[in-house]
């Protein structure tokens, strides 16, 4: 959608080509006048392959859910790319939550850190344990390569020094996760906040007992527990579109496009009151406020 909006913006056109590959990757030539602008191949492996492809030099943009680590920023040094966490090279588009979600036939409605933990390690394995019916639990998650596991994995399980349950359920997607997850009556797993109508979410409870929902204003608040951000990173673009195309997906334009999709641009939101009664009415119950 983001080189198709770019492309109509230019007054050029994406030329239909054949299905995508086995392996994931789409071409998508540009064209205007009846020529070809610029070839797009899109690659979809997972952020920690979007790093290493554009240190190798294989790739103009990596798209990442998640910043470069310091590995990963020695490795960009190494091949002559230094400073790619700053502005110019690191180049936040939007938004995005990790929801945590089961089946809508799942009675449970929100779970705290420590209980997520647990089950994604597998020291709770039946959902008896956190309020729901006596049935096991059946954990699914994102594959190692992936953005989207590795911020959970680095919000929820390291920090008990957890490994993800050896026999969970792996997928490539967010879809294809959020999709088996419908289908389970007894699943839990994690995805992005754009996967939020395919299953049930489920709210996080934070340290103080406060239960978080992955809305918009949580999300970009900072108070949602896993929220994020979702970035693209440029080294030496080798084509004008490479750089044109960075230009307008930090634009207005196509902040459209990411409401569309389910992600969240980087605008100012607000809420109703009601959504911070539990935050809010501790403090006018004081008797003072000092």
Not at 83 to 112: T, Y
Not at 167 to 195: H, M, T, V, W, Y
Request: charged share 25%.
């Amino acid at each position: 959608m983001l080189f198709r909006s770019y492309a109509s913006t230019i007054g050029a056109f994406v030329i239909p080509s054949a299905a995508e590959s086995d392996s994931g990757d789409i071409a998508m030539p540009l064209a205007m006048g009846g020529r070809t602008l610029i070839n797009f191949e899109l690659t979809r492996r997972g952020t920690a392959s979007a790093f290493a492809d554009l240190a190798a030099g294989k790739a103009a943009i990596g798209m990442s859910s998640r910043p470069a680590n310091e590995r990963e920023l020695s490795a960009f040094a190494e091949a002559g790319l230094a400073g790619m966490n700053e502005r110019g090279h690191q180049h936040i588009i939007g938004l995005d939550g990790i929801v945590v979600l089961v089946s809508p036939q799942n009675k449970v409605g929100a779970l705290s850190l420590d209980e997520l933990a647990r089950i994604f390690s597998g020291e709770i394995r039946d959902w008896s344990a956190v309020g729901g019916d006596a049935s096991p639990i059946n954990v699914y998650a994102r594959d190692e390569v992936s953005g989207t596991f590795e911020t959970f994995d680095a919000a929820i399980l390291k920090p008990g020094d957890r490994r993800l349950l050896a026999e969970a359920k792996r997928s490539a997607s967010n879809a294809d996760l959020a999709a088996k997850i419908a289908a389970d009556p007894n699943g839990i797993g994690f995805a992005s906040i754009a996967q939020k109508p395919l299953a049930k979410p489920v709210a996080i409870r934070d340290s103080c007992g406060l239960a978080h929902a992955p809305s918009e204003f949580a999300v970009k608040a900072r108070e949602y527990p896993l929220a994020r951000n979702l970035y693209l990173y440029t080294g030496r673009p080798a084509n004008e579109h490479v750089a044109d195309l960075v230009e307008f997906a930090l634009s207005p334009a196509a902040d459209i496009r990411l409401e569309e999709l389910g992600f969240l641009d980087r605008s100012i939101t607000s809420a109703p009151y009601e959504d911070f009664h539990d935050l809010v009415a501790p403090v006018l119950d004081r008797k003072s406020v000092v």
